[in-house]
Nanobody, 119 residues
Framework: QVPLVESGGGLVQAGGSLRLSCVVS????????VGWFRHPPGKERAIVAG????????YYADSVKGRFAISRDNTKNTVYLQMNSLKPADTAVYYC????????????WGQGTQVTVSS
């Protein structure tokens, strides 16, 4: 199990921005990349953005395309999620996790970070 430590969440007004950070201490064997998932109230947890470990294309869920940007700083073992033009529908607990080629998350989750967007 690779430790995951998310940070950067908070309360923001609609239209605002936040940047989430996640320190990923290592790569789990068999995973394809590392990404951000979110768990909105009353809904299932789902991936919103993913960046492959090497090669491949960055993935974005349709609901965040053009507003969110994922990036990785290998020197800091950190993955970022820049979130712009936030909407109340983006309210959720955000988690980072490694994922398979089929976008399935690894089994170990961190504590996540709460993002709340007010209207």
């Amino acid at each position: 199990q690779v430790p995951l430590v998310e940070s950067g969440g908070g309360l923001v007004q609609a239209g605002g921005s936040l940047r989430l950070s996640c320190v990923v201490s290592g790569r789990t064997f068999g995973t394809y990349g590392v990404g951000w998932f979110r768990h909105p109230p009353g809904k299932e947890r789902a991936i919103v953005a993913g960046i492959p470990w090497s090669g491949g294309s960055i993935y974005y869920a349709d609901s965040v395309k053009g507003r969110f940007a994922i990036s990785r700083d290998n020197t800091k073992n950190t993955v970022y999620l820049q979130m712009n033009s936030l909407k109340p529908a983006d309210t959720a607990v955000y988690y980072c996790n490694q994922y398979s080629r089929g976008l399935s998350p690894a089994s170990f989750w961190g504590q996540g970070t709460q993002v709340t967007v007010s209207s």
